[in-house]
């Protein structure tokens, strides 16, 4: 397991949101957060932050967990499908 390392805290404040997410890629994710012992918040925000800085958000470990969690949950999407999904009813 990577390592987190904080030099100091900093206290945000949080909101509640109604982010709709596909299935099988929520279920990865909240997989990887007990993996980490977090929050699924905490993980979509680290992920997040990574992104807008234009950095990687995981290391090769990481990289291995995340794709036994996406054979595990069935999730078969890429960063390709990204913007071609459409919902079901």
Do not use: C
């Amino acid at each position: 397991m990577e390592k987190w390392y904080f030099l100091t805290m900093v206290t945000v404040k949080r909101m509640q949101t109604g982010l709709r997410i596909e299935r099988n890629t929520l279920k990865v994710l909240k997989g990887l957060a007990e993996y980490f012992g977090i929050p699924l918040g905490e993980l979509v925000e680290g992920i997040v932050l990574h992104a807008f800085e234009g950095k990687a958000p995981f290391g090769a470990a990481t990289l291995a967990r995340i794709d036994q969690l996406k054979a595990v949950y069935d999730l078969t999407l890429s960063a390709a499908d990204a913007h071609t999904l459409t919902e079901t009813s």
